[in-house]
């Protein structure tokens, strides 16, 4: 077994300052997700999902954002699912992209809402057929007896389908987390990480102030 207890990396000590910082939380967002997309890093919008249900159990799950804007990220599910569930009595949640690979990572938490059937309609159009049929024939979350039985259920419904993209199913759409907070987490050496962080300061008739925290 691994020693655990030694097992580290120390980061660079590139620091990361105010005085780099983006006039708005999107615009630094911007900036680090053209830097992981440019690495090519592993499907650089994966984002772990967290929610919690209404007695306060928290739940995560690694999702793919597929936008993001001034108003927040956008990512989709089945509405039948176990977020879609946690959400519905407890609309909050925290987002966190983890790019390990350039000592980054982006931490987000705010109220969620679900998005139009037109904005839900323009995620699940692109998606490829084998992919839309999966998702249509799955009911997410629920106890299945085997992998062959969603395998059947794939192919029946292939079959009694017209070729070409599927309609979108109504139990399926969109989410969008409105940020209240949003962090950009600097690895540092020793373990000296710079942290900042956009809160949104409805006070203010909802602008946002720059705060550093300690690591």
Do not use: C
């Not at 192919?155 to 109504?170: V, Y």
């Not at 989410?175 to 962090?183: A, C, D, G, M």
Request: net charge negative; no cysteine; aromatic share 8%.
């Amino acid at each position: 077994m691994a020693d655990l207890i030694r097992m580290r990396r120390d980061y660079d000590d590139s620091g990361f300052g105010e005085e780099g910082l983006a006039a708005t939380w999107v615009e630094q967002f911007d900036r680090w997700f053209a830097d992981a997309v440019a690495a090519e890093l592993p499907e650089p919008n994966a984002m772990v999902v967290a929610t919690a249900d209404a007695d306060g159990m928290p739940d995560a799950r690694v999702v793919l954002m597929k936008g993001y804007d001034v108003d927040g990220f956008v990512f989709g599910t089945n509405y039948a699912s176990a977020k879609a569930a946690q959400l519905a009595v407890n609309p909050r949640a925290a987002l966190v992209f983890p790019w390990h690979a350039q000592q980054r990572q982006v931490r987000v938490a705010g109220a969620v809402e679900r998005i139009g059937p037109t904005a839900s309609d323009l995620l699940w159009d692109p998606r490829p057929r084998g992919s839309q049929l999966a998702a249509a024939a799955s009911i997410q979350s629920t106890v299945v007896e085997s992998r062959e039985l969603l395998r059947t259920r794939v192919t029946e419904l292939d079959a009694q389908t017209p070729p070409g993209q599927l309609p979108r199913p109504e139990n399926w759409g969109g989410y969008r987390v409105l940020p209240e907070r949003v962090e950009f987490w600097q690895g540092g050496h020793d373990r000296l990480h710079d942290r900042l962080v956009f809160v949104r300061d409805d006070e203010e008739g909802g602008g946002w102030v720059v705060q550093r925290l300690a690591p």
